[in-house]
């Protein structure tokens, strides 16, 4: 992975926010081993990987159903250019994944401790980073005097009273003593603000989420900041990205902008989300997704999103002016009425009518 990859919907890999870092770190170059094209391994894959490792190449590829299609570590013996032919000479052995099974929405989500991903679109690096979370933040705050230490400061086993002490907090990181966070990790300089509610997420170096807000299961980058009382769920939301609407199953672009007052829808009704992959339609895992709002762009008050779709990096959507109300008059006895071009129109009392 080098600055010519390129994220489909967001630009250059090397940018991109994975976890507590960008993507590149997760490619493990510094441990002598060789990943295909566009992959990310956990520390997991890579140390069972290294453990195949012998007199010869060794090709690894993970068993399990979490790890993308052609997942694989090559662990090279000895120098030489690694290319297509020294990938299909070497010995393929296969590890384990160390799956585990979470519920998800009533049903189960699978989840990978070594887990192996192509990350080349949005759609992946979201689901990258969801499906890493929950094994990783398990890794950073399981050690089990810390969870013994939660355990007896909540004076309960229940493990809804555990995870508010399953929190990591770096340097100069502040949470409000109204809010609510649990099984986190806060980088350093972070701020929590009054009743805001925080679970299950990583906050990068300086991120932000002020008063009131929601934040779950959300990878936040740094120096970014979920502003008074918006709602991220499941989504990523890149560095320096300022976020104060609703967002779900989504991906916020480095230095986007979702103002307060608009929506990013994540369904579609009646049926599967479907979104673009190199000009083509695709099904979205589990029939749902989000909206991805390209770096720079900036979704202004009240815009609503329709699911699947990107907001192109750097532009600027505004909301219809004449879904504004301008103009009040409305006949004698009137008692429902919706906005069209700026003024009401009267709506029959009919109860299948909606209200605009």
């Known amino acids: 992975m080098d600055d010519g990859d390129i994220v489909e919907g967001l630009g250059p890999a090397t940018e991109r926010t994975f976890l507590d870092g960008r993507l590149p770190q997760w490619r493990h170059a510094a441990r002598g081993?060789?990943?295909?094209?566009?992959?990310?391994?956990?520390?997991?894959?890579?140390?069972?990987?290294?453990?195949?490792?012998?007199?010869?190449?060794?090709?690894?590829?993970p068993q399990g159903r979490v790890c993308s299609p052609g997942a694989a570590i090559l662990v090279p013996h000895g120098g030489g250019p690694v290319d297509a032919g020294r990938w299909q000479a070497a010995t393929e052995r296969g590890f384990d994944a160390k799956e585990h099974e979470l519920p998800w929405a009533g049903e189960k989500l699978v989840v990978a401790d070594a887990w192996m991903f192509h990350v080349t679109h949005w759609v992946d690096l979201l689901w990258a980073n969801l499906l890493a979370l929950g094994p990783w933040l398990w890794g950073e705050l399981s050690a089990p005097w810390r969870v013994a230490w939660a355990a007896i400061r909540a004076g309960s086993l229940r493990p809804e009273a555990v995870a508010g002490g399953l929190v990591r907090r770096g340097p100069e990181a502040w949470v409000h003593p109204a809010a609510t966070v649990e099984f986190s990790v806060l980088g350093p300089g972070a701020r929590i603000g009054a009743g805001a509610v925080v679970r299950g997420c990583v906050l990068g170096e300086g991120a932000v989420v002020e008063e009131l807000a929601m934040v779950e299961g959300c990878v936040i980058g740094a120096g970014a900041k979920i502003q008074r009382q918006a709602m991220a769920k499941f989504s990523v939301v890149e560095s320096g990205a300022a976020h104060a609407g609703v967002l779900q199953l989504g991906v916020l672009g480095a230095g986007a902008q979702v103002r307060q007052g608009a929506v990013c829808f994540d369904q579609s009704l009646g049926a599967p989300v479907r979104f673009k992959r190199a000009g083509q339609l695709q099904v979205a895992p589990r029939g749902m997704l989000g909206v991805c709002v390209g770096p720079g762009a900036c979704l202004g008050q009240g815009v609503r999103v329709a699911a699947g779709r990107v907001v192109p990096a750097?532009?600027?959507?505004?909301?219809?002016?004449?879904?504004?109300?301008?103009?009040?008059?409305?006949?004698?006895?009137?008692?429902?009425?919706?906005?069209?071009?700026?003024?009401?129109?009267?709506?029959?009392g009919g109860g299948g009518d909606a209200v605009g």
């Open 314 to 348: 750097g532009v600027t959507v505004l909301p219809d002016p004449a879904s504004v109300l301008h103009r009040v008059e409305l006949p004698a006895g009137v008692q429902r009425a919706r906005v069209h071009d700026g003024g009401l129109d009267a709506v029959s």
């Open 33 to 61: 081993v060789v990943l295909p094209p566009g992959f990310i391994a956990a520390p997991a894959a890579v140390e069972a990987a290294l453990a195949l490792g012998g007199g010869a190449d060794v090709r690894a590829v």
